[in-house]
Each structure stands twice: as structure tokens, then as C-alpha cells.
């Protein structure tokens, strides 16, 4: 006999008991929800987490300037020769994917946990410590599913998109000066090289959009190439200006003549636009409007699937991290630790090599030859240990400029296609021409360029802050 | 094509049949026109919406709403069902803010049968009602700022909605289908705590209330985004039929719960919200000033309700005589809900006909959307905030 046969089972409403716990107040308190304090004991987790997955960037880095060239000067290939340098050029690739791979991961994780924290919420939390195994497991995934090609699309194109963006990606990697001597392709012309491989991946979003044969995909990919025309120039310009100020277009060249000051003081207006410009270059929100996923569903990646959208994804995220580190190059002093003229933070080997008696008695206690060469390894200038304290500022003036980017993203909206160009085209370019015009006017006058420099990009900061390049103005009831 | 051109000549019609258009018209000195089926899935509905929308470029050439993806009857299966069992349905109707669908029906009954409601229920009820007019807001604000392209604000938004919703589990025993409001007053009496736990959750709110308004009304991006787009005409939108936040954005003062009062509004003290920009920025802050409202509302309405009394009081045969009928609308948060029940001497309405709000505002959406940009065109669907069950029913 069911309850609702029962007629003795049922109770009149009066005598119905209503729960007296306090369920509400007590989920409340479980969540943080009172006190805005979704964590208690995270952040302990989180820093091992970001331990180990930047330990992993940096064995990356290591492997590649170190261990590798180390390991071909064994096999008694010297440095610069021609056999060291095919054998080295065909490893180089592999190793730039594998740290493209890694920082891409990273960076995924770190959106998803920083998103987490703003949003009042976990971010993943099960795989590994602090959920820093999660995106691992999410690349697999892509890689596991079906390569699916849609029937209407224009096959080669199609197939041809998301490597093109890969490759853009993947050639900015190249130039990057990650400390003195780490890097893959010492360029004399890196500045014009990495606009070139920076507007690559343009065209692949562009040329993505249209093969896919899909509306939004179109609008999109559209977007997309609006919005390359509109950004790439004030970007270009601005980094002009740094090649103006440095005098070179080396990107170590531009990074050895920040040692003293960083260029972010003296051309504030390129360091700005920049700043604004690469935003747009990233694709992040407020300028997300070839993917915006509430108006175009996923825009130029639409059709794709499985690891060819893992391309776009990845070359999305490790572009995340590139272009701060381009940042870092151009305008934080690259891999100099922060210094200002009366107190500079010191490198560790530079202790060692001047004060610490134990690494002197050590000195000491070596025969000559052998401190030749595990010495030099180590400390001198080109070693290991000098190199990955270089790196290690590097990585973490990119880390604190992906933070920054991830912090626009968790608080702005949209713009509009028009007001993204509105602001390029009227705001950002005229600035970056001030800026290339006060940067060769602080080259020959220091204090009244970078003087007006930093009157006009405050002045230009308030302005954007106050909506002044967007057509509509609060109106007034 | 040439079927097509000896129809009037309709602005907002598409060439071909509407629901399967075949082929799009060509204008000279124009691009073509692309045909865009934005739904029934898609990310920016809020629902099974389907909008067939013709874009030049990132132009809006037509924008037509087709509706009915959510039909499930609910009128024609009220018909057959006692008065008690037809309160659940009314729930699935705006199932944003579940418990505010309940109240025009049982004020139109209570009418009929001239049943005299406690005072004291009054009060719950409007505290509920002004309650759930906060929660389905904040769906509005999180979802229309995912329409933008913002997501924080969506969790910021649910995470205090959440808190509402438990207050009414805790006193109604539902999240959001609760069932509460019956004929004659409320099913049983509120949770001891609920009181309480409003006013410290008003006290919550009103310390968050600043921070929404910093991340939505008052960012330039937002404003960027939504002043001048969407304008509605004061007129179009009376012809339309347009009611609540969107016609009191038009800058027409029109709130029922002033102009036709119910429940405990009359013994209350509030403004109402009228906004005179006629554009969704208006629409929005004419909602964010509700806030504030619902608020005042709320607190008045917890000192002036009586400490203890009667909730139901003892309910003629829930059985109107033949041939009367009655129309309710009450002021729901997204308009004028209203209920037109006719009775036939028996225990079922032989008719219950509902007149729901987003039903109407979604019909002058291409007097909005068309013409303005693509991007545009979300943001007012958002700013309108429609609910597909209840255009649907």
C-alpha cells in the first residue's frame, strides 16, 4: 500500500513539521559564502602546483640551451659548426614544442584557477595537486578523439588553418631571448620577424572562418581579419619605437640595452599601446569578437574538432604567454631582475663569485682543469646557473603580464567590431606615432621625451578608462 | 522569387516562405544578404528562441522571432484540471521566477469565490513576490552579461540568487517550482527563520549591490555596449504591448503594482522605476533601480507583517459558477502577467487563458534589432530578458 493510498499516512497541513535546522544557513557556511572566502587552505596547493608545472618550463628550457648543446659538445661537435648546427636545428623544433606544449598547459590551468578565484569558485581541483594535472589529462583527450573533417568544408584550407595559426605561434617562440644566449634563433631583424610571424595567424583565423563553409565561422573569420588590420598597425608602430630607442632590432641587442632602465619608463606610449594592441592580438575578451561565443557560438573554430581545434586552442594559449614575454622583451628589461638605480636585486652567482668563501674554498679545492669546465658550466656568465636565474625573472615578468591579461578577461565585456576599430584606428595609432615621434625625442633628450611620454600615456590611460574612444556616451535622463 | 514579389510589400517579411526561406532578396547597391538561423540552439537565446535573422555583413536586416520550441500545453492542460492542481502549472510557466506565475491565478479566483485573504498571508506573499522579483534579476544580470561577453558577473550574480532560492526551499520546500501561494493565502505557514534570514540577506545584497552596478551599469565597456542600442519607442512599445522593466525603460509609468494594487502593495511605499533613454542601458538600469526597490519593499513589508495569525482561512468548494469569469495580472519581473480564467459550474476552468509578458516584448524585437549591428542585436535580445517558457507556455 502506497503512501498515497494510505489515508491515515497523511497528515492534515496544520500538523505538517516543518524542519527547524538550519539547512540554508549551514550551506551558506559550508560554501564561504558569508565571508567571500571560498578557500581555506589552497594556497599551499596552488603553490605547488605552480611549482611544478613552471619547474616543468624551465627543465624545458634547460634541456634545450644546456643539456642538448652540452650533449652534442660530448659527442664532439663544437659549438657554431656546421654539424652542431644541423643537428641542433633539427632538435630545436621538437623542443620548442615541447615548451610551446608545456606553457600552453600551464596557462590553461592558470585561467581556469584564476577565473576560479575571481568567480568564487574552485577551478579543477581532482588531478594532481591543485588540479595542476588537469589540463594534461584534457590534451589527451583532444588528441584521442576523431580527426573529423565536415563534408562541406574546403578540405585544404581547412586542414591548413589551424596549422598556420600553430606555426605563428611556434615561429614568435623562436626569437624569444629567454636569458643570454638561450635562444633558438638569434635573428638580426627579430622585431620585423615577429610581426611577420604574428600576423601568420591572422591569415590562418581568417582562412579558417571561410573554409569551414558555416555562417558564424564566416563572421567570424571576417572579425577576425577587421580586427588584424585594425591592431596590427599601432602594435607595429610600437614596437618600431623600441627598435628607434634601442637601435637595434635584435630582440638580446634590445634586452642587453634595457640593463639600466627599462624601456617601459622612457616609451611609455609604445608600452601602452601595446599592452591594449596585443589584448586585441590574443583575442581576449574584450576583444574576443572572431570566438564570441554568445553571438557567433564558437566563431572561427566552429567546425573544428578534436586536436585540429587542440591547434587553435594551443597556439591560443602559449600566445597567451608569448606575447607578455614580448612584453618582457620589449619593454620590462627581458631577462634583467628588477633594478632601479639605488637598490638592485643581485644575482645569486654574483655573491658566489665575489663574497661567498665556501663556493671560494670549493674554488680551491679543484684541480685547474676540472674548474674549467664544470666551473664555467655552472657559474660564468653562459652557464647554467646564471642562466636560469635569468630565465626565471623572465618567466615570471611573462607570468605576471599573462596575470594582468587574465585579469581584463575576468572583469570586461565585449566591444562592439566598430568600437574595437573606433579605438585602433582613432585612439591607438595616432598615440603610437606620438610615441615613435617622443621615442627618437628622448634618444637625443632624455628627460623631455620620457617627460611628455608619460603625460600623454596617463592622459591617454584615463581617457580609455573613461570611455572617451567609444561612439556613445552615457546619456543623461 | 516571383510568388514572393506579388505579396505586399512587408518590411519585416522575408522573401519565400517565412519558416523555410528559400532565397533572399537582392537589393542593388547592396551586399547580400545572408540568412542567419540563429537558434533554437544557441548560446544567446536563454532558451529554445529561434530568431531567423538576415545580416548584411554585420548588418541586421530582419530579425524574426519563431517561438513555440517550449510549447507544453500548459492552458489547454489547465482546462482539465481541478483549481487546486492547476497553481503547479502556473510555476513551469516563468520557471525564473517560479512563485510570481502563482499569484494572478489565485487572485482571479479569489475573486470569483470572494474569498477574504488574512492579512498576514498578504504579507508573505508580497515579501516572496518582491523576493523572487531579486533572483529572477540577477538571472537577468549574469545572463545578460554573458551576452556581452563577460562571465564574472554571471557568478557573482547566481551565487547570491542561490541564497533566495534557499530561503524559499526552506519555507516552500521548492527551489524554483515551489507551489506556495493557494487560493485564499499560502500552503502553510513560512519557515521561523525566514524573516530572519531575508533581512540578513537583504543586508548581504544591498553591500553587493555596488559592486554589480560597478561591473554592469556603471563600467564603460557596458555602457559602450548598450546606450542608443535597441531604442524602443514609447509608442511602438504601448502598440506592442510591452510591459514591466522594458516599457518603464520607455520612459511610460506603468507598474501594477501601483496602478492596479494587489496584496500588501497598497499599505506599502515605493517609487516606480521609470527610465527615459528608451535603450536597453535604460531597460538595465531601470531593473538595477528595482533592486533597490524591491529592498524598501521588502523591509516595510517584514515590520508592518502581523506576527502571528491565520495563513488559509477555512475555503468555500473551489467550484465558480457557470459563465464567470475574471481577468488578474499582477506586475511579474518581467511585466504584466495576467490570467483569464472562465468558469463553467464545475471544479475545472473551462478556460484559462494567460497573457504573459515576454511573449509580448519578444514581438518588438525587430522594431529594435533591425537595423542596428549583429553584436547589437544580442545585447537587446538580452536587455529585453524573455523567458521561453512562459513565451510558449
Known amino acids: 500500500m502506497s503512501i498515497y493510498e494510505n489515508k491515515e499516512a497523511r497528515l492534515p497541513l496544520e500538523r505538517v513539521q516543518v524542519p527547524t535546522d538550519n539547512h540554508y544557513r549551514m550551506r551558506m557556511k559550508h560554501h564561504g559564502l558569508l565571508n567571500a572566502n571560498p578557500r581555506k587552505s589552497g594556497l599551499l596547493n596552488a603553490i605547488i602546483g605552480y611549482a611544478l608545472l613552471f619547474g616543468a618550463a624551465h627543465g624545458v628550457l634547460i634541456l634545450a640551451f644546456q643539456v642538448i648543446p652540452w650533449l652534442l659538445i660530448t659527442l664532439k661537435l663544437e659549438r657554431n659548426t656546421f654539424w652542431f648546427n644541423v643537428v641542433y636545428g633539427i632538435l630545436s623544433p621538437v623542443l620548442a614544442f615541447l615548451f610551446i606544449a608545456v606553457v600552453a598547459l600551464i596557462n590553461i590551468l592558470m585561467l581556469r584557477k584564476y577565473l576560479g578565484k575571481v568567480q568564487n569558485r574552485y577551478g579543477p581541483l581532482h588531478n594532481g595537486p591543485s588540479g595542476s594535472l588537469q589540463t594534461v589529462y584534457d590534451a589527451l583527450k583532444l588528441v584521442s578523439k576523431e580527426d573529423y573533417t565536415p563534408k562541406m568544408v574546403e578540405e585544404t584550407i581547412f586542414t591548413l588553418a589551424p596549422v598556420l595559426v600553430f606555426v605563428s605561434a611556434f615561429l614568435l617562440m623562436a626569437v624569444i631571448p629567454f636569458a643570454p644566449g638561450w635562444v633558438f634563433a638569434n635573428v638580426e631583424a627579430g622585431a620585423i620577424f615577429i610581426i611577420a610571424a604574428g600576423t601568420l595567424g591572422g591569415y590562418g583565423v581568417l582562412l579558417a572562418g571561410w573554409s569551414m563553409n558555416n555562417k558564424y565561422g564566416l563572421m567570424g573569420g571576417l572579425r577576425a581579419a577587421a580586427q588584424l588590420v585594425s591592431y596590427e598597425v599601432p602594435l607595429s608602430i610600437s614596437l618600431l619605437s623600441v627598435c628607434v630607442y634601442a637601435g637595434s632590432m635584435n630582440l638580446s641587442k634590445i634586452v642587453e640595452a634595457q640593463q639600466s632602465l627599462w624601456f617601459a619608463i622612457p616609451l611609455f606610449i609604445p608600452f601602452v599601446v601595446y599592452l591594449v594592441a596585443g589584448l586585441a592580438e590574443l583575442k581576449m575578451t574584450p576583444f574576443d569578437l572572431p570566438e564570441a561565443e554568445s553571438e557567433l557560438v564558437a566563431g572561427f573554430n566552429t567546425e573544428y574538432g578534436g586536436m585540429r581545434f587542440g591547434f587553435f586552442f594551443v597556439a591560443e594559449f602559449a600566445e597567451l604567454y608569448l606575447l607578455p614575454a614580448l612584453l618582457a622583451v620589449f619593454f620590462l628589461g627581458g631577462w634583467f631582475p628588477p633594478s632601479i638605480p639605488t637598490f638592485n636585486i643581485p644575482l645569486l652567482t654574483e655573491w658566489a663569485g665575489g663574497s661567498s668563501t665556501l663556493l671560494l674554498m670549493l674554488k680551491a679545492n679543484i684541480s685547474e682543469g676540472e674548474a674549467s669546465s664544470w666551473w664555467n658550466t655552472l657559474f660564468q656568465p653562459g652557464g647554467l646557473l646564471v642562466g636560469i636565474q635569468y630565465s626565471f625573472w623572465f618567466l615570471l615578468k611573462g607570468a605576471a603580464g599573462v596575470y594582468f591579461y587574465m585579469w581584463i578577461r575576468a572583469t570586461l565585456p565585449r566591444f562592439r567590431d566598430d568600437q574595437l576599430m573606433e579605438l585602433c584606428w582613432k585612439g591607438l595609432i595616432p598615440l603610437s606615432l606620438i610615441g615613435l615621434l617622443l621615442a627618437a625625442v628622448s634618444k637625443l633628450l632624455p628627460a623631455v621625451g620620457i617627460g611628455i611620454s608619460i603625460l600623454v600615456g596617463s592622459a591617454f590611460i584615463f581617457l580609455i578608462a573613461r570611455g572617451a574612444f567609444f561612439p556613445s556616451k552615457q546619456v543623461k535622463a | ?393
Open chain 2, 1 to 393: 522569387m516571383t510568388a514572393v514579389a506579388d505579396k505586399p510589400n512587408n518590411a519585416r517579411n522575408t522573401s519565400g516562405s517565412v519558416m523555410n526561406p528559400t532565397s533572399v532578396e537582392r537589393v542593388a547597391g547592396r551586399s547580400d544578404e545572408m540568412l542567419l538561423n540563429l537558434g533554437p540552439q544557441h548560446p544567446a537565446t536563454h532558451g529554445v528562441l529561434r530568431v531567423l535573422m538576415g545580416v548584411d555583413g554585420e548588418r541586421v536586416t530582419k530579425a524574426i522571432p519563431h517561438i513555440g520550441y517550449l510549447h507544453r500545453n500548459h492552458e489547454k492542460l489547465e482546462e482539465v484540471r481541478t483549481y487546486t492542481q492547476c497553481i503547479p502549472y502556473t510555476d513551469r510557466m516563468d520557471y525564473v521566477s517560479g512563485m510570481q506565475n502563482e499569484l494572478p491565478l489565485c487572485l482571479a479566483v479569489e475573486e470569483m469565490l470572494g474569498i477574504e485573504v488574512p492579512e498576514r498571508a498578504k504579507y508573505i506573499r508580497t515579501i516572496l513576490f518582491e523576493l523572487s522579483r531579486i533572483a529572477s534579476h540577477m538571472v537577468w544580470i549574469g545572463t545578460y552579461m554573458l551576452d556581452l561577453g563577460a562571465i564574472t558577473p554571471f557568478l557573482y550574480a547566481f551565487r547570491d540568487r542561490e541564497m533566495i532560492l534557499d530561503i524559499i526551499e526552506e519555507t516552500a520546500g521548492a527551489r524554483l517550482l515551489p507551489n506556495y501561494f493557494t487560493y485564499g493565502g499560502i500552503r502553510r505557514d513560512h519557515h521561523p527563520r525566514m524573516m530572519q534570514d531575508i533581512l540578513e540577506f537583504l543586508t548581504w545584497f544591498e553591500k553587493k549591490l555596488p559592486e554589480y552596478e560597478a561591473l554592469t551599469i556603471d563600467a564603460p565597456v557596458f555602457q559602450a555596449r548598450t546606450v542608443g542600442v535597441g531604442v524602443l519607442d514609447p509608442q511602438v512599445a504601448l502598440n506592442h504591448g510591452v510591459t514591466g522593466p522594458n516599457l518603464r525603460g520607455s520612459g511610460i509609468n506603468w507598474d501594477l503594482r501601483k496602478d492596479d494594487p494587489y496584496d500588501a502593495y497598497p499599505h506599502l511605499d515605493f517609487e516606480v522605476c521609470v527610465e527615459y533613454g528608451c535603450d536597453a542601458y535604460s531597460r538595465s538600469r531601470a531593473r538595477f533601480r528595482e533592486f533597490r526597490e524591491s529592498i524598501k519593499l521588502i523591509r516595510q513589508a517584514i515590520a508592518q507583517c502581523p506576527k502571528a495569525g491565520a495563513v488559509l482561512p477555512k475555503l468555500p468548494r473551489l467550484k465558480p459558477v457557470a459563465g464567470m469569469e475574471r481577468y488578474r495580472a499582477v506586475e511579474i519581473s518581467r511585466g504584466q502577467l495576467g490570467v483569464h480564467i472562465v468558469a463553467d459550474g464545475s471544479e475545472k476552468p473551462w478556460r484559462s487563458k494567460h497573457r504573459s509578458p515576454s511573449f509580448c516584448t519578444l514581438q518588438a524585437l525587430a522594431d529594435m534589432a533591425v537595423g542596428s549591428k549583429f553584436s547589437d542585436a544580442i545585447a537587446i535580445l538580452g536587455s529585453i530578458d524573455i523567458v521561453l517558457g512562459e513565451i510558449d507556455r
